[in-house]
């Protein structure tokens, strides 16, 4: 969601940060600020709405200074205007940026007002503004302020500060969101996504949580949760410059479904061999958890949600062990019965959505087996936490609805099949699941033919309101994420349901403005299915089904067929029918005229509960 970046540096910081603005907007923001140390003082420009309006406001009155911070923010407390926006300000130049949400801000602010200070926003990050400046009077310098300020807040964040009494540095501190250090030649950077320094520097350290780092041109300095000096590994990003842009593609949603045959390649390199699945993969100790593992949790939020839920099939149906499925958000709240030897598997695209870190780290202090995470960023702090990790290699993904990370998840969730599978199973079907993964990448540059075809599909709800998506077995969570997409860039309001749920209440809904659509792989519950879809017709309802070829569906009146390009196995089959939701959203949304890459009110990494 909100984004920070920060420069320390001998050259006017302005460039980069409004650079690095442009490189964080993919995670959902609706303001944007900026403050420099211009001759010492500090000069603040915000603005309500997208990047470019910052820039325009800064080609009307441009400042530029050595030392700035900037920010996108996306609206917590306090709705989106430029008195809520970030940078916020103290007395004495004390200048601040935050991502997260503090949950003590109501009797700090109290406090505060005892104290004399005056709050122009409604945000709870004024608060640490106002909180630094008074510890200031009483503080060697802005590092040790902001110590003794951090030690009062609870709940999460990220801050950069600057401050006119120090102004040769940033202090950065870290609490259950994100921070980077970029280190370049006699400059260094902050910021909350490594994304958005790419284009001046490939070598970050990461904070950890509780830490504190003083960042100057030349030097660096880190204080853990403990107050002792603390020293983090530098890491070598190997994403490119210019994996954030949008080449000829007309969004990125779109260059990122098309992305998907090479993320989903990429994703199984180097990790399947003559037939087989190298279970180091997930981790050195990875060979010895698998032996031992007799029931699988999932924890996970939205499009990771439906990619776990898929998995539940598939490892209850392979390997014959219980696997369940939980929201995130709700699962850190229960106190769930942990059989012995369950492996606790997180799912992220970021690896920074608070709920499922929040997830994980429960867990990590129950008595389960081992914690897996499946994840897309190297360097997140799921990846850090978690005793085994599974990368997803889909490279950047800046459109908000999920895509190639989501076919790369059940691409990665497929793997985990096998690897639990190899001690309960043959080594002839370890092999044939392997040969049938290594298929999945020609699948889906076929089915991505179908492009042109959905297009054409997609006019028949360019003026519908609602729409209903349906599948049977694992399918069900690709009909919930065929409705997800649907409603998250379109705006029509979208559900999903297992086929045979419809004669239980939505078959209340149908009616020839309602159109319903199916995903009807050719496996053991199409004849179901089938019976299922006659009573949609039976009430008038229009249907749209992307069948296997070999389904034995026709088009007929009040009935859209649209082929699917293969036949595909049980286990390719959830990640071949996703690419015609996706498709079917984004030309949806396209002819709505909607914003595709950042829909209304969503953002794109959820680092606040």
Request: a negative charge; glycine letters at 6%; hydrophobic letters at 45%.
């Amino acid at each position: 969601m909100c984004g920070i970046v920060g420069v320390v540096a001998e050259r006017n910081s302005v460039p980069i940060l409004m650079e690095g603005l442009r490189r964080l907007e993919y995670r959902g923001y609706d303001s944007a600020g900026i403050a420099v140390l211009e001759d010492g003082r500090v000069a603040r420009l915000r603005t309500v709405g997208k990047v470019r309006i910052l820039q325009d406001a800064l080609d009307a009155t441009p400042i530029s200074g050595h030392v700035g911070i900037a920010h996108t923010r996306w609206a917590t407390h306090g709705v989106p205007t430029t008195h809520n926006a970030h940078p916020h300000i103290s007395r004495d130049g004390v200048a601040i940026v935050h991502n997260g949400i503090i949950e003590n801000h109501e009797a700090l602010r109290a406090d505060l007002k005892g104290l004399g200070y005056a709050f122009t926003s409604e945000t709870d990050t004024e608060v640490i503004a106002h909180r630094v400046h008074h510890h200031l009077a009483t503080s060697a310098d802005l590092f040790e302020a902001v110590r003794k300020t951090v030690a009062e807040l609870q709940g999460a964040y990220a801050l950069a500060v600057v401050c006119e009494a120090d102004p040769e540095c940033i202090v950065a501190a870290r609490e259950g969101c994100p921070v980077a250090i970029g280190l370049g030649i006699d400059e260094n950077f902050v910021a909350s996504d490594v994304a958005a320094l790419l284009p001046v520097t490939r070598r970050f350290m990461f904070l950890e949580e509780g830490d504190v780092a003083e960042i100057r041109r030349k030097s660096i300095k880190i204080m853990d949760a403990a107050g002792a000096r603390a020293e983090r590994p530098i890491r070598e990003s190997e994403l490119p410059a210019d994996a954030v842009e949008r080449g000829q593609y007309r969004h990125f949603m779109l260059k990122e479904i098309h992305e998907q045959p090479r993320a989903i390649a990429q994703t199984l390199e180097e990790r399947v061999a003559g037939g087989k699945l190298l279970d180091a993969a997930f981790g050195p100790c990875a060979e010895q958890i698998f032996k031992k593992v007799k029931a699988v949790h999932i924890a996970a939020c939205g499009t990771s949600f439906h990619a776990g839920l898929v998995a539940s099939y598939f490892i209850e149906q392979v390997c014959r062990i219980p696997a369940r499925i939980e929201i995130a958000s709700e699962y850190r709240y229960r106190d769930p019965v942990i059989t012995p030897d369950t492996l606790f598997v997180t799912i992220s695209q970021s690896g920074e959505t608070a709920d499922t870190l929040a997830a994980l780290r429960n867990a990590k202090r129950a008595q389960y087996l081992a914690t897996l995470t499946i994840c897309n960023v190297a360097e997140s702090s799921m990846v850090r936490e978690s005793e085994l990790v599974l990368l997803t290699r889909a490279g950047p993904e800046i459109g908000v609805a999920s895509t190639k990370a989501f076919t790369t998840q059940l691409t990665a969730l497929a793997m985990l099949t096998v690897a639990l599978a190899k001690n309960r199973r043959d080594a002839a079907q370890e092999h044939d699941l392997v040969s049938q993964l290594l298929q999945l990448p020609g699948l889906v540059e076929k089915t991505l033919k179908l492009d042109a075809t959905i297009a054409v599909v997609a006019e028949a709800f360019a003026d519908k309101r609602h729409a209903l998506f349906v599948g049977r077995g694992p399918l069900h969570a690709i009909a919930m994420e065929g409705a997800l997409k649907l409603k998250e860039i379109s705006y029509i309001h979208a559900e999903a349901y297992a086929a045979a749920e419809l004669k239980h209440g939505p078959l209340a809904l149908v009616d020839e403005d309602m159109p319903v659509v199916a995903v009807a792989p050719n496996n053991e519950l199409l004849e179901k299915l089938k019976s299922n879809l006659q009573e949609v017709r039976a009430r008038g309802g229009k249907l749209f089904v992307f069948a296997d070829p070999k389904a034995g569906m026709h088009s007929e009146d009040g009935v859209t067929v649209i082929d699917m390009p293969a036949p595909v196995s049980a286990l390719q089959a959830p990640i071949a029918f996703a690419i015609p939701m996706q498709l079917l959203a984004y030309h949806v949304a396209v002819l709505k005229g909607t914003d595709v890459d950042q829909p209304r009110n969503l953002a794109k990494s959820l680092t606040v509960e």
